[in-house]
Structure formats: C-alpha cells, structure tokens
C-alpha cells in the first residue's frame, strides 16, 4: 500500500532514551528488509516490535544487538553510536535470543555461574546476583535442578536471569514466548515487568502475537520493513475508533458494495472477510442482518485490536 501514514504517538519524556534509531534501512543483496526505520525508547519502558512474518523484526534484532552492522541511518545507545562503538555496547546490553543459550546437562545456578565468570564476576557479588535475579524471575526454589528436567516456560526465565548477570540497561529479546503455551507467555511478560521495574532497564522484544504486543507500554507496528505506527497499545486502538465488525462466510466484492451504499461505511475485504469500522456495532449488526437476510452467516463484533490497527494502516490481513 503506497503513501502509508505513520501513526506517531508522542512519548511522554525524551530525556532518558536509551535507544535512538533515525531512518535507519538494511538490505540483505538485493532484499530490502528495513526502511527507513525511526524511533526512540527509553529506560523503565517495555517496548515491543509487532510484524508478521519477514516484515524485519529480526534483522532489526539483530541490527541492534551488534550481529549485523548498521549499514544506512543512524542508531544510537546509550549514548554510543553503533557503527563506531560497539565495543562500548556490547557489554552494556542483555540479549536473549530464539534459540536457547543454555546448557542444560548443568543446573541453574551452574549456568548462571558460569555465565557470571565470561563476566569477570565472582565470589560473594556473583552468588548475590544470581539469587537476586533468581527471585526477580521466581525461580529460587529450581536453583539445584538440572535445566533440562525444567519446562520450555521454566527454562526461558533462567535465560532471562542469565541475560541480567551483568546488569544490562538494556535488555533486547527476539521472540522471547516463542514456543510457550498461553500461561508460560503471560509468567514471561509478568518477569519482564517487574525485571524492568526493579532494575530500572530498557526491554525491546520482538513479537508477531498480538497479546504479547498488548502487554508491552509502547509498540512499534513493522510492515514489510517499514515502521507504520507507533505507540500505546490503547492510544493505537484508539486510533481505529469505534467498533469493528467482521462479517465471515460467502462474503464477495458486491456484498461490500452493497453494504457500502445502504450504509454509508467503508468495507475492507481482508483474509476471506469483511471488516467494517463502525460508532455503535451492535445497532449496525441488527440492521446489517435484517437488510440482508439470507447473505450474512456470521457477525462478530468488538473493539479494536492491534490486528485491526495493522488491517487499518496496511489494508492487509496480520498474518502470524
Ligand atoms: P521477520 O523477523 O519479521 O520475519 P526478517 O528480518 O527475518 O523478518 O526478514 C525481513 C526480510 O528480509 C524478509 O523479506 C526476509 O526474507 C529477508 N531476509 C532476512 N534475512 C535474510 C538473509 N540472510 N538473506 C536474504 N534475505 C533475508
């Protein structure tokens, strides 16, 4: 979709980003898998990048925790420029990737012992961080256990504490609830919180699930490498207004039209149905079935979504 509108909620302060990115674009040969992407977030904040798949979440993962370098624009943090400092950086950052970093024929505690020591730390200040972190992430309890009897969920907080050892300002995970089931997912978004409320950091994650994106305090929507809108989940919502319906079923370009002109709205056909932003759904669902009997199958109808924001901005469907 051309000429796209990028919604931009202001953040409140901006003296303390510890993340700056200004028009920031790579490309893998050819590809162009980020463009001209700007932002800036800053400490205390749980930040997320929101895209479905191959829209540059990872490459801006990556970008950010100095796998790949920064080839056009310009990104700052803390204060260092990455493309000529990122020696300064790396040690200032918590990453935690997919794919797990852990050794799991060792414990916990051995892990994160280990981890602790490839960071000159040690002795007593090294035992209090690691039962510090242990208690952030509520694991103090599964210190001794060998990693690999710990579930998926279990085995993810132990790589949070590992990422925190050093005390990052900044901690950057990629798709951090990828494989965890509902419950899992809401423990590891509960760990973030109190991680960046208590040790007062950044957190950047990546996500393509929309209730992982809702749990974050601002979100960045991705759209094949662009940034088309950024902000609070609720001030995004906001921004589609209303009620949205969804008419499912045979739905067809002229049962829109049809909707169209008898009531002044605007349908979008997207992923086999029709979506229609509305004032007071549930009147417009009453008299959308009684104007149409025998074509409306199925009717839903709720407030925004960060799904219905991406439909708004892109006209295509969020494909997960
Ligand atoms: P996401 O993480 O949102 O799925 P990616 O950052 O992995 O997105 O990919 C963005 C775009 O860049 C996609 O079109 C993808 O195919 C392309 N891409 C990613 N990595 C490479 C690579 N190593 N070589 C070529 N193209 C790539």
Redesign the pocket.
Known sequence: MENLKIIRIPVQTTADCLIEVENLSHS??T????ENVSFDVSCGEIFGFL????????????ILSTLIPVTSGTVRILGYDLSTEVKAIRHRLGVVFQHPGLDVKLTVVENLRHHGHLYGLSGKTLHHRIAELLEQVGISDRATDRVEVLSGGLQRRVELAKAMLHSPRVLLL??PTSGLDVTARRQLNDDLRVLADTENILVLL?T?LLDDAEACNRVGI?N??SLVAIGAPDELKAQVGGDVVRIEGEVSERLSTAIAEKFSVSPVLTGGHLRVECERGHEFVRDLVATFPNEIQTVRFGRPTLEDVFIKLTGNPFVQ
């Open positions: 893998y040969q590809r162009r898998a980020l895209g479905p798949n191959g829209s540059g979440k990872t490459t801006l993962f990556r990629d798709e990546t393509h991705l094949n490498g």
